[in-house]
């Protein structure tokens, strides 16, 4: 049993801590391993931008099990010059063992409403390379479009963007 909320900013810290258990667990192998555990030691880092971001728009959603936060998503303006009129889903996540129970695809509805609601008829989501949520995206109706090439410090990983309408 889970239930979905907007965001508060005395949840930056249990969304920090989702983010990157879900480096480590989704991305390991996909990603350099100095990447994935810098961003596990920059966690009071995370912690202190998820913050800031809630505070400043809101726009968080995340998915509580017994009073702790399992998953979130994260949405606004798209950041890539290329889609300039869409909105974008930057992060949906979902712990491994609460994976399968639907809470995905909530926190994705969630986010399409909320993008419908700002004023947008499409938007993007970046999936890495590699990474098995490709289907999910696909399957939530998302079309690929291209690779993009984002930069992590002086790391470039490859992602695929999905172009999704509202």
């Not at 974008?88 to 969630?110: P, R």
Request: proline fraction near 1%.
């Amino acid at each position: 049993m889970y239930k979905l909320r907007h965001a508060e900013s005395s949840d930056a810290l249990a969304i920090a801590i989702v983010t990157v258990y879900t480096w480590k667990t989704a991305y390991s192998g996909l990603m350099p391993d100095a990447l994935i555990d810098n961003r596990i030691a920059s966690l009071r880092d995370v912690a202190t931008t998820v913050r800031t971001r809630i505070e400043e728009t809101g726009s968080y959603w995340i998915a509580e099990s017994d009073g702790c936060v399992v998953g979130f998503c994260c949405l606004g303006p798209s950041r890539d010059t290329f889609y300039e009129a869409a909105g974008e889903i930057y992060a949906l996540y979902v712990l491994t063992g609460f994976q399968g129970l639907g809470i995905g695809g909530a926190l994705f509805s969630a986010a399409r409403k909320e993008l419908a609601d700002k004023g947008y008829s499409e938007f993007v989501v970046n999936c890495l390379v590699g990474n098995s949520a490709s289907d999910f995206y696909t399957k939530q109706g998302g079309d690929f479009h291209r690779i993009r090439t984002d930069r992590y410090g002086d790391t470039d990983v490859d992602e695929s963007v999905f172009v999704f309408s509202v």
